[in-house]
Nanobody, 118 residues
Framework: QVQLVESGGGLVQPGGSLRLSCTASGYDFRGYWMYWVRKVPGKGLEWVSDINTAGGTTYYADSVKGRFTISRDNAKNTLYLQMNSLKPEDTALYYC???????????WGQGTQVTVSS
């Protein structure tokens, strides 16, 4: 079965940095686009970033562009999200997810909590 496990969340000060990781198993990791989504208190779900199979093509929400960097290591079946210059509004539960294609469905992990506060 497809399994996505996020880690690296925690409490950080505004302006600080955090690196999230997502380990994948149960499918051919290198064959799928991956993305990050976050659930923001009082706002709901917000798409954060996408990355293609090889890692050379990336997309970002305007709210995180220039501050966050998505990357992947296909040899390790791992997806990353480097978050810099964090703001209180970045506080959310961050989910790693697999993009479906054809008839394959999307899958999300359990999420990792990021709290940005002084």
């Amino acid at each position: 079965q497809v399994q996505l496990v996020e880690s690296g969340g925690g409490l950080v000060q505004p302006g600080g940095s955090l690196r999230l990781s997502c380990t994948a198993s149960g499918y051919d990791f290198r064959g799928y686009w991956m993305y990050w989504v976050r659930k923001v208190p009082g706002k709901g779900l917000e798409w954060v970033s996408d990355i293609n199979t090889a890692g050379g093509t990336t997309y970002y929400a305007d709210s995180v562009k220039g501050r966050f960097t998505i990357s992947r290591d296909n040899a390790k079946n791992t997806l990353y999200l480097q978050m810099n210059s964090l703001k209180p509004e970045d506080t959310a539960l961050y989910y790693c997810a697999r993009r479906g294609w054809g008839t394959d469905q999307d899958y999300w992990g359990q999420g990792t909590q990021v709290t940005v506060s002084s």
